[in-house]
């Protein structure tokens, strides 16, 4: 299986911070990347697909960047809205695997 | 509209079987594949398997094999996902993804999920 790695595990950060993420994956995957977030009680939400590519209807604020094994979720600004969890995904071959998540907490 | 609408709370005794749902409306439901994702308390999500709805072909995480099983029934556009005996650890919620091909294989949509207890 491929591992996924994120960091850091949880962060606070303010409404305005930009905020960046890292997932690594044990092996290359090139740009089947995902990311998602998630808010206490609901399903998660795709938010970056192929590594850089936003979803329909996220925020520009929300961006990725990446290849091969090292990947990042940038939030430029940091809205009330986006305090969440955060959760990155290799879609490259089965098992279909996440990272741990990241807690993005308010500072 | 797409929509994943996924059948309700279960409270079940280890050893009895179960079989949750997710029914998929506002999209041709053979046309992708559905994934069920796996959430314990407080922590991460965990891929399961795989239905391709349109010819019922399943793939399995080799953590979940054995474990549980994944269906369809295309002609009321529903997957499914069963257990023949529920262990205590299987308390979780359960989540069924949309995989979109044109978007990197990700998980587009999203059912609202199953919270599945199992309690002695």
């Known amino acids: 299986d491929i591992q996924m790695t994120q960091s850091p595990s949880s962060l606070s950060a303010s409404v305005g911070d930009r905020v960046t993420i890292t997932c690594r994956a044990s092996?290359?995957?090139?740009?089947?990347l995902n990311w998602y977030q998630q808010k206490p009680g609901k399903a998660p939400k795709l938010l970056i697909y192929?590594?850089?590519s936003l979803q329909s209807g996220v925020p520009s604020r929300f961006s990725g960047s990446g290849s091969g094994t090292d990947f990042t979720l940038t939030i430029s600004s940091l809205q009330p809205e986006d305090f969440a969890t955060y959760f990155c995904?290799?879609?490259?071959?089965?098992?279909?695997?996440f990272g741990q998540g990241t807690k993005v907490e308010i500072k | 509209e797409v929509q994943l609408v996924q059948s309700g709370a279960e409270v079940k005794k280890p050893g009895e079987s179960l079989t949750i749902s997710c029914k998929g409306s506002?999209?041709?439901?053979?046309?992708?594949?559905i994934s069920w994702v796996r959430q314990m308390p407080g922590k991460g999500l965990e891929w399961m398997g795989r239905?391709?709805?349109?010819?019922?072909?399943?793939n399995y995480s080799p953590s979940f094999q054995g474990h549980v099983t994944i269906s369809a029934d295309e002609s009321i556009s529903t997957a499914y996902l069963q257990w023949s005996s529920l262990k205590a650890s299987d308390t979780a919620m359960y989540y069924c993804?949309?995989?979109?091909?044109?978007?990197?294989?990700?998980?587009?949509?999203w059912g609202q999920g199953t919270l599945v207890t199992v309690s002695s």
């Open positions: 993804a949309r995989r979109d091909t044109s978007s990197g294989s990700a998980f587009d949509y």
């Open positions: 192929a590594a850089s």
């Open positions: 995904q290799q879609s490259y071959t089965t098992p279909r695997t």
């Open positions: 092996q290359s995957i090139s740009t089947y």
């Open positions: 239905i391709d709805p349109s010819d019922s072909y399943t």
């Open positions: 506002g999209y041709s439901f053979t046309a992708y594949w």
